[in-house]
């Protein structure tokens, strides 16, 4: 056996490509050649052929069946640490928020609600604001339509400018190309290549080669279908690839900065437009601690206008001030105007 194991493997896969029967074919055609130009079958002792073939067949199964484990074993591990650190920043954020929320909630006479509350909550809100819109008496309908029809036309004319030449996103909130599929949350990228000449898929006939703002992936030995810098960085500890349905590869990129929608997937790839990107809507028990806070503080400050009272920064200022007067008697403030 040469010293490169992989010396003859372009030849090889040459030689594989043509037969449309997969290996089944291969081995037939193989086979036969050793019995029509060799005398690989009556050389030898009675039953040495089938020997040497057994031979080397336990041998490089062996060997596959190791590699493949040892793929198995370390992907595992991968997950089982992608998996801990999520699980740690998660519960760091959580009990970072709760520690802000308490504060904040001390300081602004804030109560936290639950998940019912907060529903019955938004339920409130809604009537208010139906009841309130069914209330109010339209003057000069005529001329509010003609101008609520003006400032619309203005924005979807500016709207249409500034997405001249993008590509509308597809439903997973990315883009549809001839060689491959992404999708996108605000917190990863997925990416599908599919693969269908070269079905079924081996890992190790594969190139995925992910690095923190370049994307390498194809066949060894063939042209790759992506060669490209990403349009943003991403996090290589929390990224992996794998074969799915054994026809397509599947790479999963996590995002470094979260807060934003990739308008590309590589520098070379044609813009969609991030403005038309439909996020699904969350309910207040799926937001992290940090945001349900901050969406429940506005909640309650909407409420308190609608019931014409302060919100939580108004009753912040009115009880610093009152404080202030408590602690100064000797100081008149009977002519002066708070807002």
């Given at each position: ?5 992989e ?10 490509q043509?037969?449309?029967g997969?290996?089944?074919d ?10 029509r ?5 009556s ?21 596959a ?14 997950d ?13 954020v ?6 802000t ?20 909550l938004?339920?409130e ?7 309130k ?40 909130n990315?883009?549809?190309l ?6 996108q ?24 080669d992910?690095k ?25 500890e929390e990224?992996?690839w ?15 900065n ?8 590589i520098?070379s ?10 996020p ?7 937001l ?8 429940e503080k506005?909640m ?14 108004e ?8 404080k202030?007067?408590?602690?100064h ?11």
């Amino acid at each position: 056996m040469p010293a490169d194991p992989e010396i003859f493997d372009s030849m090889l896969m040459g030689l594989a490509q043509q037969h449309e029967g997969g290996v089944q074919d291969l081995l037939d055609t193989i086979f036969s050649f050793l019995a029509r130009k060799t005398d690989f079958y009556s050389g030898g002792d009675p039953g040495f052929a089938k020997k040497m073939i057994l031979e080397k067949f336990n041998k490089h199964e062996a060997i596959a069946l190791g590699v493949e484990k040892k793929k198995k074993l370390d992907q595992e591990e991968v997950d089982r640490k992608r998996k801990a650190r999520i699980e740690k920043e998660r519960l760091d954020v959580e009990a970072e928020a709760a520690a802000t929320a308490a504060k904040e909630n001390q300081q602004s006479g804030v109560v936290e609600l639950t998940d019912e509350e907060a529903a019955k909550l938004e339920e409130e809100l809604e009537l208010e604001a139906k009841k309130k819109a069914g209330n109010q008496t339209v003057t000069h309908a005529g001329d509010g339509d003609k101008e609520e029809s003006e400032s619309k036309a203005d924005a979807e004319d500016e709207e249409d400018k500034d997405d001249k030449g993008k590509i509308k996103p597809n439903a997973g909130n990315g883009c549809d190309l001839p060689n491959y599929r992404w999708t996108q949350t605000l917190s990863e990228i997925e990416l599908r290549v599919p693969l269908v000449k070269y079905y079924p898929l081996k890992s190790n006939a594969l190139v995925v080669d992910l690095k923190k703002r370049h994307l390498k992936v194809g066949v060894k030995n063939e042209a790759p279908v992506i060669d490209s810098e990403l349009s943003h960085e991403i996090k290589l500890e929390e990224s992996s690839w794998v074969i799915e349905d054994r026809k397509t590869i599947l790479i999963t990129m996590e995002k470094i900065n979260k807060m934003e929608w990739w308008n590309r997937l590589i520098l070379s790839d044609p813009e969609i437009a991030t403005r038309k990107i439909n996020p699904e809507p969350s309910k207040l028990s799926d937001l992290d601690g940090e945001t349900r806070s901050m969406v429940e503080k506005m909640m309650y400050d909407q409420r308190q206008k609608e019931m014409g009272k302060p919100t939580s920064e108004e009753q912040k200022k009115q009880d610093m001030m009152k404080k202030f007067m408590e602690s100064h008697p000797e100081m008149d403030f009977s002519n002066c105007k708070f807002n």
